[in-house]
């Protein structure tokens, strides 16, 4: 029954690993297309979706945490529905599109930062709260200053959501050794969204003939996509790592509590 049993998790094993790169040949054959053959909408889209189906093979009340990034994935699909793919809704102009389409994005940004710290003391994780609080009143201050004439509720969705995602860089890196490929995640998805907020500060300070404007807009790719699916695809293969990680937490517990109580019964018996 143990050869049994140990011959079934080898089986489930070799199914992850082959699902896993198949998943990755997929993602980089649709990054190849997108970025370098056909800059379509859709097939950027279809990247993140793809992304979403991969989290949905993990399931299960042993996997612990993984429930996380495909909330985050989720809420991403969403977001990306009303703002790349631009499906309105009705009664809806495209500005208040964009506004739903940013709140899914702090919503997965929300997750993120429970992932984040998943695990961890409560200390850190008021760490990690404070922080992005002290952060978002600052950023919210220098907008206040800078656009009191024309403060939208777009502008500071926006920086809601960048408190959240520097706060989670940052302490990605403290909980390292917990998920290794979070920090990666979170460096590739920060990049990308510089590179969209320097659209908007161009556009909004009109700043299109300055040398480095030009630059950036040189580039003949879509370049926060470029940044951006690698960011979810790795995301997505958090899930497996971050469930062994969880799964060794648990069994070390496990065999804790037994040699604690082996030791107990031992001392009442003697």
Same mark, same amino acid.
């Given at each position: ?23 990755? +040949? ?8 997108? /970025? ?28 612990? @945490? +993984?429930?996380?990034?495909? $909330? ?16 309105? +809704? ?7 599109? @964009?506004?739903?389409? /940013?709140?899914? #994005?702090?919503?997965?940004?929300? #997750? ?17 709260? +404070?922080?992005? $609080? ?8 220098? %907008? ?8 939208? $509720? $777009? ?9 959240? %995602? ?22 590739? %998805? ?68 037994k040699s604690i109580n082996d030791d107990t019964k031992s001392k009442e018996e003697s």
């Open positions: 029954m143990k050869n049994k049993k140990k011959t079934d998790q080898d089986k489930r094993s070799d199914n992850i690993v082959f699902f896993k790169l198949l998943f990755i +040949i997929i993602e980089a054959l649709l990054f190849i297309f997108a /970025m370098f053959k056909f800059n379509n909408k859709f097939l950027l889209f279809s990247t993140l979706a793809l992304a979403l189906v991969f989290t949905m093979l993990f399931w299960g009340k042993e996997n612990g @945490r +993984i429930y996380l990034p495909k $909330l985050i994935i989720l809420f991403d699909v969403v977001a990306d529905i009303f703002i790349t793919l631009g499906v309105g +809704i009705e009664g809806f102009g495209e500005y208040k599109t @964009r506004v739903i389409g /940013m709140g899914a #994005f702090i919503v997965a940004q929300l #997750f993120t930062s429970l992932y984040v710290v998943a695990g961890e003391s409560k200390k850190l994780k008021l760490y990690k709260f +404070i922080t992005s $609080l002290a952060l978002f009143i600052a950023l919210f201050i220098v %907008l206040v200053i800078l656009r009191y004439n024309d403060l939208k $509720l $777009l502008y500071v969705e926006a920086l809601i959501y960048f408190s959240l %995602l520097i706060t989670s860089l940052v302490f990605s890196f403290v909980t390292f050794r917990k998920n290794p490929l979070l920090p990666l995640s979170l460096l590739c %998805l920060t990049i990308c969204d510089l590179i969209i907020g320097l659209g908007f500060i161009e556009n909004m300070f009109d700043l299109s003939d300055k040398a480095f404007f030009i630059f950036l807009n040189h580039f003949n790719i879509n370049l926060p996509w470029f940044f951006y699916i690698p960011s979810f695809t790795i995301l997505a293969l958090t899930i497996r790592t971050h469930y062994k990680y969880v799964k060794k937490e648990k069994d070390d517990k496990e065999d804790n509590d």
